[in-house]
């Protein structure tokens, strides 16, 4: 007679399908839809960034995201806010000190992760889909082990947003006074979005409610803690909502700057 145990040891380890996957569904599609919204972005916003023009507009002092701070010797002097500091070359973008980390922060992002590892490595391409790697070694070894510095991103990511918001409030204040414009709307729309992005960030809500013990002794930290979570919730949506706002308040201002269209005003 064959033992329970005879039986466990000669059965298969698992059923015998020679599907690579089960799902039924069309489960390539959000991967392909990823490389192609991300592909189109990463083309747009590197060709502005070097493009080193039609980023300001005088009559409204509406400068660019893309080049926010204007930090460069060849940034039109209203627009350096902060001083004018590197050296004006082809190579250099004119908001040098601001892109590298704001691309860090995305790149260490835990959305953008999930969504250039299913989609660019195929690692996994999609829930209970095989892994296109023979081996899986996580974030343990370089570069991935440098997603952990994502904590300290945020941090250039918030200082990065409220220049950004400066800039907003600068914009309401042309060289003829106080006014409002589509370009103001446009510019104010970006910046309560990348707040939304920012403060929804997974690091975010732990600077507001990591390492306590008892919400209810800490009210204030818990309320900002729960207003993160709750942004924190459609991380993903901000994700995605931001890149379309910075592009089109980009796209904006250069139509704006380079005389394309005219700025709808509403006051002054």
Request: charged share 15%.
């Given at each position: 007679m064959t033992t329970t145990e005879d039986s466990a040891v000669s059965s298969p380890p698992r059923a015998a399908v020679k599907a690579r996957n089960l799902r039924t569904?069309?489960?390539?599609?959000?991967?392909?839809?990823?490389?192609?919204?991300?592909?189109?972005?990463?083309?747009?916003?590197?060709?502005?960034?070097?493009?080193?023009?039609?980023?300001?507009?005088?009559?409204?002092?509406?400068?660019?995201?893309?080049?926010?701070?204007?930090?460069?010797?060849?940034?039109?002097?209203?627009?350096?806010?902060?001083?004018?500091?590197?050296?004006?070359?082809?190579?250099?973008?004119?908001?040098?000190?601001?892109?590298?980390?704001?691309?860090?922060?995305?790149l260490t992002c835990y959305y953008y992760r999930?969504?250039?590892?299913?989609?660019?490595?195929?690692?996994?391409?999609?829930?209970?889909?095989?892994?296109?790697?023979?081996?899986?070694?996580?974030?343990?070894?370089?570069p991935l082990v440098l997603q952990n510095f994502h904590r300290y991103f945020f941090y250039a990511a918030f200082l990065i947003s409220v220049i950004n918001t400066w800039d907003a409030v600068l914009a309401m204040h042309s060289p003829s006074g106080f006014g409002l414009g589509l370009g103001n709307l446009v510019l104010w729309a970006n910046v309560v979005l990348l707040?939304?992005?920012?403060?929804?960030?997974?690091?975010?809500?732990?600077?507001?409610?990591?390492?306590?013990?008892h919400f209810?002794?800490?009210?204030?930290?818990?309320?900002?803690?729960t207003l993160s979570s709750a942004l924190n919730a459609r991380h993903m949506m901000w994700a995605w909502i931001t890149l379309a706002s910075l592009a089109l308040t980009d796209f904006y201002?250069?139509?704006?700057?380079a005389g394309w269209i005219s700025d709808l005003r509403f006051i002054g």
């Open positions: 569904d069309n489960w390539r599609r959000a991967p392909i839809l990823t490389v192609l919204g991300i592909t189109a972005w990463v083309a747009y916003a590197t060709f502005r960034v070097f493009y080193q023009g039609d980023y300001w507009v005088a009559d409204y002092y509406y400068l660019t995201p893309f080049y926010s701070p204007c930090v460069s010797e060849g940034c039109v002097p209203e627009s350096a806010h902060f001083g004018r500091i590197l050296p004006d070359h082809p190579l250099i973008p004119y908001a040098a000190l601001s892109l590298p980390f704001l691309l860090a922060f995305r999930k969504a250039y590892y299913r989609s660019f490595w195929l690692s996994p391409p999609a829930c209970a889909v095989p892994d296109g790697h023979a081996k899986y070694t996580g974030e343990t070894r370089f707040w939304c992005y920012t403060l929804g960030c997974h690091s975010c809500r732990h600077v507001m409610g990591g390492r306590l013990k209810s002794k800490h009210p204030v930290r818990y309320r900002f803690w201002i250069m139509a704006v700057a």
